[in-house]
């Protein structure tokens, strides 16, 4: 049989089409108790496992259901696992990596730093967020006596042990939060913004006058000299709240008074020194 050459460009557009479409394959996702996510393809469920193999590999792993909170699967269908009723308490703990309980200290979560345009968020700006927070906390220790604040690494650490960061911490629990960090007291707060632009000209005007002899005729030279200033406006939301033993103890939105870059850091010192927290001396 003859093949044209229009079928044969159709046939290796189509061969190119199902490589993209197979390579591009969505993933089911496996998200277990402790918070971390496996991207994957389930191939077989019972009571009691789930198997599934890794992106581009052939390898089936097993695991127990009992360690599974959740399956998304690349169909769309979810499918929840409950604890079994049988489950005791003291087992139904150890599904959440709980940290050793401090009492009376404070935990800073990382800030989601938000494009309220396009909803993207800025990781290094959340980090630098929180920090700024942290930092807040520290040099006013006296005003939250009797509290203490976590050591940020140690805060990190344990929620990035969890699978927890910037992009997902508005989607756990309070509850579950201060079993992996251990503390009983909460600070989280989030920033979102958006940019504007604006253009101010400045007239700068130069000259001289000559008189003639005659004192009747006046002539002049001048030179006008226009600007034109580029200004960006940055528009901040900052929501701020607080939690004690996972119940919200305070909780407020503030836009700062000017749109200037850094103007979400004066509205988080505002609202940390209205907190109940906080104890003028």
């Known amino acids: 049989m003859k093949i044209t050459k229009p079928f044969l460009v159709l ?30 393809t389930v191939l077989k469920m019972s009571d ?51 940290a ?14 938000v494009n309220a345009d396009n909803q993207q968020g800025s990781e290094d700006m959340a980090k630098f967020a929180q920090n700024d927070l942290y930092n807040k906390l520290l040099d006013k220790s006296s005003n939250i006596f009797p509290l203490t604040v976590q050591d ?12 927890i960061d910037h992009n997902n911490i508005d989607e756990t629990p309070i509850e579950d939060l201060e079993k992996i960090l251990g503390v009983d007291n909460i600070v989280a707060a989030k920033v979102s913004y958006t940019i504007g632009t604006g253009t101010t000209a400045t007239t700068y005007n130069s000259g001289n006058a000559k008189v003639s002899d005659n004192n009747k ?7 006008s000299t226009t600007t034109a200033n580029n200004q960006t406006y940055y ?11 996972t119940d919200k103890i305070y909780s ?20 940390l ?5 906080y104890v003028k001396k």
Request: aromatic share 10%; charged share 20%; net charge positive.
């Open 252 to 271: 407020q939105t503030r836009k700062p008074l000017l749109a200037v870059k850094d103007g979400w850091m004066d509205s988080i010192s505002y609202l």
């Open 11 to 40: 046939l290796v557009l189509l061969s190119a089409f199902v490589s993209f479409a197979q390579s591009g394959k969505k993933l089911d996702k496996i998200i277990k108790r402790d918070y971390q996510i496996i991207e994957c």
């Open 152 to 163: 940020l690494r140690t805060t990190n650490s344990l929620l990035h042990k969890a699978g």
């Open 217 to 223: 005729k006046v002539t002049t030279n001048d030179i």
């Open 100 to 113: 050793e309980m401090k009492r009376n200290t404070i935990a800073v979560l990382p800030i989601p730093y």
């Open 273 to 277: 020194k209205r907190s109940p927290i």
């Open 235 to 245: 528009y901040y939301t900052v929501y701020f709240d607080m939690y004690r033993n």
């Open 48 to 98: 009691k496992t789930v198997e599934y193999s890794l992106p581009g590999e052939t390898v089936q792993i097993s695991l127990d259901v009992s360690q599974i909170a959740k399956i998304d699967f690349a169909s769309g269908r979810s499918q929840t696992f409950d604890i079994s009723p049988n489950t005791s308490s003291a087992d139904q703990s150890t599904n959440i990596a709980s």
